[in-house]
């Protein structure tokens, strides 16, 4: 996906986020975030935002801490959300291509990077959302749940501090059904997991299902669409994959 596209999921899916957040009301509990209301969610995501637009606009080249969950809450968190989000989404639009700044995945470019990880940040969290005002989720296009898929397994379970491990070496399958090729093999063991793109060699348990299920379910925030084999590696995955912020 070009970064023009991530730039406009993040744009419309922080809209669908505060418009969910706003209906349900920030006492709401959020059923996919087990011990959040909807103000614990805006606080986060708001925070989060406001982290990466700082990347982006002031081209900061190290780390940096976040600024802190603000007290408001009920209309004036919501607008200080949207506030948020609006400055985020003007920073990825107006950045150069040759923008320079930290990031902490790998990416063909800064850029990139930012404007990828906020569209999936952004979307998981309407995903939250929704869940807490209640009703038929917005749906989540294929290309998109595939890329997903791609940055959760390849980069973020790629790191040190990736917890889904296991004492012998096993192999967890993720199979993508209604996009062609999108198959991942997530070789386990005792070091951070391995994912190739590819299908090579037998599953000890396979992961099946639409693109935008798996992206669900991988971020666990719905069952999984169809395990086959052994299912302990789906609950594995289910207890240790989590992505916190700290």
Not at 88 to 104: E, I, Q, T
Not at 202 to 228: H, I, K, M
Request: charged share 25%.
């Amino acid at each position: 996906m070009e970064i023009t596209a991530f730039v406009e999921v993040v744009a419309h899916e922080g809209a669908l986020l505060a418009a969910a957040a706003e209906a349900a009301g920030t006492g709401a509990k959020v059923p996919t975030c087990p011990g959040w209301q909807v103000r614990d969610l805006l606080r986060h995501t708001g925070m989060v935002h406001r982290w990466a637009t700082a990347f982006v606009s002031e081209g900061h080249t190290g780390p940096r801490p976040d600024g802190g969950l603000p007290e408001l809450d009920g209309t004036a968190l919501v607008a200080w959300f949207r506030e948020g989000h609006e400055q985020l989404v003007d920073a990825l639009a107006d950045a150069s291509p040759d923008l320079r700044c930290w990031h902490f995945l790998p990416a063909p470019s800064p850029l990139a990077f930012w404007a990828r990880r906020q569209a999936h940040e952004t979307t998981v969290h309407r995903i939250d959302a929704e869940s807490a005002r209640g009703g038929d989720p917005t749906g989540i296009g294929v290309d998109f749940a595939v890329d997903g898929i791609d940055e959760l397994l390849c980069a973020f379970h790629a790191r040190p501090k990736s917890a889904v491990r296991t004492e012998e070496p096993r192999t967890l399958r993720v199979r993508a059904t209604d996009a062609p090729a999108s198959v991942w093999t997530v070789r386990l063991s005792a070091q951070p997991p391995v994912t190739e793109r590819d299908d090579a060699g037998d599953a000890d348990c396979e992961l099946n299902g639409p693109a935008a299920q798996l992206y669900s379910a991988l971020w666990n925030r719905r069952p999984f669409p169809e395990v086959t084999g052994d299912a302990s590696l789906a609950a594995l995955w289910r207890e240790k994959s989590g992505v916190t912020w700290n």
